[in-house]
């Protein structure tokens, strides 16, 4: 089955073309409310040049709700983590949203994947609800993420029975056992020191929840899609498993992928046909060359990975993670042999750019978010995904995002650096030689003995430049003097 026009290729108008190359103008207005006199305008690009495809069709913000902050001063953010406790309030939760939804609906962002959406903490059901009517008012698809296996499930944490942790109290029984037996947990490093738990796979009762839990979800909360993890922080190593099984598994299992994934996504489909689909792979599209039998988070896909996509429904998305590409020695090159076919399914690239997962959070990434875009195209990827948790005030998480909207539009087909640094990020930074500018200071994060330079410069500028110009100077400014200020020097 295949939702309507999930392959069709986006209409994007003349005026919709000329906008993406106005995005840093119209960021300038989203941050600030209005554009400061004396700023520049973004320049135009002639309308009979310019394309009318978008070579990147799709691109979504994927978020943590304990991570998220976009209503900026107020307690309780927290900057990095995954199953973290909440420590905002509902007020706060949905105007962090909110804002983000805006956001996205200014700058063509087409769908916002959020992780511990359903929370009692937060407001549950009805929280959710009023987050929906936001998205429908910007015109944003919002997906929830579900981890089928682990991450607690369709209600992520509270008196709910489509929570996964707390059945798993209930029905110890149903859980994930390692080798030895002993059940299969996993621990929250970083903020709390709470368990939590994975369910069997391979057992029927676990099956069934999976499905009654995500058909209770689309009939109770308007959403859009949802996104679908079966889990990457350990295999179930019982016996029903282990027979089920025909090849090596890692922290996480492509036969577990094969097995559950078509199951839930027959139980989204059941109540909502068109639903936006997504499948977390954990995996690079490239084949897996390493010494190991399964490689880990990030690592190429295996020798069975094809087989096991083969069982997955037709048109939904498959998400690969675009991170190690580039790194390691020798160095991980995409290849023709990791290219993507887009006959039955729809494939994006996410990466952990500007974040503490993969550098610093809300750092500009824009060279490797160029990068991916350039190679997804080429590979056959339409769809990318970044991190959005981030509040675009901060100047190297709005540049990333604004990137993430020019680079493979319309206005950008190619992805080309030079013309985002020209046509989105010259007028937000005083000109497009500030621009490029810009970018090689930013860069000095990793040169601390240049960075005392580098301030005088940066701040010297400040004064000659339009104040929202200014202000994101400061920013980086800022942002550089943190990796090399001690107190009293």
Same mark, same amino acid.
């Given at each position: 089955?295949?939702?309507?026009? @999930?392959?069709?290729?986006?209409?994007?108008?003349?005026?919709?073309?000329?906008?993406?190359?106005?995005?840093?103008?119209?960021?300038?207005?989203?941050?600030?409310?209005?554009?400061?006199?004396?700023?520049?305008?973004?320049?135009?690009?002639?309308?009979?040049?310019?394309?009318?495809?978008?070579? @990147?069709?799709?691109?979504?913000?994927?978020?943590?709700?304990?991570?998220?902050?976009?209503?900026?001063?107020?307690?309780?953010?927290?900057?990095?983590?995954?199953?973290?406790?909440?420590?905002?309030?509902?007020?706060?939760?949905?105007?962090?949203?909110?804002?983000?939804? !805006?956001?996205?609906?200014?700058?063509?962002?087409?769908?916002?994947? +959020?992780?511990?959406?359903?929370?009692?903490?937060?407001?549950?059901?009805?929280?959710?609800?009023?987050?929906?009517?936001?998205?429908?008012?910007?015109?944003?698809?919002?997906?929830?993420?579900?981890?089928?296996?682990?991450?607690?499930?369709?209600?992520?944490?509270?008196?709910?029975?489509?929570?996964?942790?707390?059945?798993?109290?209930?029905?110890?029984?149903?859980?994930?056992?390692?080798?030895?037996?002993?059940?299969?947990?996993?621990?929250?490093?970083?903020?709390?020191?709470?368990?939590?738990?994975?369910?069997?796979?391979?057992?029927?009762?676990?099956?069934?929840?999976?499905?009654?839990?995500?058909?209770?979800?689309?009939?109770?909360?308007?959403?859009?899609?949802?996104? +679908?993890?079966?889990?990457?922080?350990?295999?179930?190593?019982?016996?029903?498993?282990?027979?089920?099984?025909?090849?090596?598994?890692?922290?996480?299992?492509? !036969?577990?992928?094969?097995?559950?994934?078509?199951?839930?996504?027959?139980?989204?489909?059941?109540?909502?046909?068109?639903?936006?689909?997504?499948?977390?792979?954990?995996?690079?599209? !490239?084949?897996?060359?390493?010494?190991?039998?399964?490689?880990?988070?990030?690592?190429?896909?295996?020798?069975?990975?094809?087989?096991?996509?083969?069982? @997955?429904?037709?048109?939904?998305?498959?998400?690969?993670?675009?991170?190690?590409?580039?790194?390691?020695?020798?160095?991980?090159?995409?290849?023709?042999?990791?290219?993507?076919?887009?006959?039955?399914?729809?494939?994006?690239?996410?990466?952990?750019?500007?974040?503490?997962?993969?550098?610093?959070?809300? !750092?500009?990434?824009?060279?490797?978010?160029?990068?991916?875009?350039?190679?997804?195209?080429?590979?056959?990827?339409?769809?990318?995904?970044?991190?959005?948790?981030?509040?675009?005030?901060?100047?190297?998480?709005?540049?990333?995002?604004?990137?993430?909207?020019?680079?493979?539009?319309?206005?950008?087909?190619?992805?080309?650096?030079?013309?985002?640094?020209?046509?989105?990020?010259?007028?937000?930074?005083?000109?497009?030689?500030?621009?490029?500018?810009?970018?090689?200071?930013?860069?000095?994060?990793?040169?601390?003995?240049?960075?005392?330079?580098?301030?005088?410069?940066?701040?010297?500028?400040?004064?000659?430049?339009?104040?929202?110009?200014?202000?994101?100077?400061?920013?980086?400014?800022?942002?550089?003097?943190?990796?090399?200020?001690?107190?009293?020097?």
């Amino acid at each position: 089955m295949q939702p309507p026009g @999930i392959f069709g290729r986006k209409a994007y108008t003349r005026r919709d073309t000329l906008r993406l190359s106005l995005g840093g103008a119209l960021a300038a207005v989203g941050a600030s409310g209005g554009r400061a006199s004396g700023e520049p305008s973004a320049s135009r690009p002639s309308e009979e040049t310019v394309p009318v495809e978008s070579p @990147i069709q799709t691109r979504m913000f994927w978020t943590w709700d304990h991570s998220t902050e976009w209503k900026l001063n107020c307690p309780g953010a927290q900057t990095i983590g995954a199953c973290n406790y909440y420590s905002r309030t509902t007020e706060w939760f949905e105007e962090d949203y909110t804002r983000l939804l !805006e956001f996205c609906g200014r700058h063509h962002i087409d769908a916002v994947v +959020i992780w511990g959406l359903l929370r009692d903490h937060h407001g549950g059901v009805e929280s959710a609800k009023r987050l929906c009517e936001a998205a429908a008012r910007n015109k944003v698809r919002l997906l929830c993420g579900v981890g089928l296996c682990v991450y607690g499930g369709v209600y992520y944490e509270g008196d709910s029975p489509y929570s996964l942790d707390l059945r798993l109290q209930k029905h110890p029984e149903l859980k994930a056992v390692r080798a030895s037996g002993a059940p299969l947990e996993f621990r929250s490093r970083v903020y709390g020191n709470r368990t939590y738990y994975h369910a069997c796979p391979s057992r029927k009762e676990n099956q069934d929840h999976v499905a009654e839990s995500l058909e209770w979800l689309f009939k109770n909360v308007p959403l859009d899609g949802v996104q +679908i993890e079966s889990g990457d922080t350990g295999v179930c190593e019982c016996k029903l498993c282990r027979d089920r099984r025909r090849h090596p598994v890692g922290k996480f299992s492509w !036969e577990d992928m094969a097995l559950l994934h078509p199951m839930a996504i027959e139980a989204v489909r059941s109540v909502k046909p068109d639903a936006w689909i997504v499948c977390e792979t954990y995996s690079h599209p !490239e084949p897996h060359a390493g010494p190991d039998e399964h490689p880990g988070f990030g690592g190429g896909k295996t020798a069975w990975a094809d087989e096991c996509l083969a069982g @997955i429904p037709d048109g939904v998305f498959i998400e690969w993670v675009y991170d190690q590409l580039g790194k390691g020695v020798p160095k991980r090159v995409w290849t023709q042999a990791g290219n993507l076919d887009n006959t039955r399914h729809r494939h994006i690239m996410r990466a952990h750019l500007g974040t503490y997962w993969a550098g610093t959070r809300g !750092e500009p990434a824009l060279d490797g978010i160029a990068e991916m875009a350039r190679e997804s195209m080429v590979h056959g990827a339409d769809g990318l995904s970044l991190f959005g948790e981030v509040s675009p005030f901060h100047t190297g998480a709005e540049l990333n995002y604004l990137g993430l909207e020019n680079l493979g539009s319309p206005a950008n087909p190619k992805a080309d650096l030079d013309v985002f640094l020209r046509e989105v990020a010259a007028p937000l930074l005083g000109g497009e030689s500030n621009a490029r500018d810009y970018l090689r200071y930013a860069k000095l994060k990793h040169q601390p003995s240049r960075i005392p330079d580098g301030l005088k410069a940066i701040y010297s500028r400040c004064g000659s430049l339009p104040p929202q110009a200014a202000r994101r100077w400061a920013w980086l400014g800022n942002f550089l003097a943190s990796f090399v200020y001690r107190e009293n020097a």
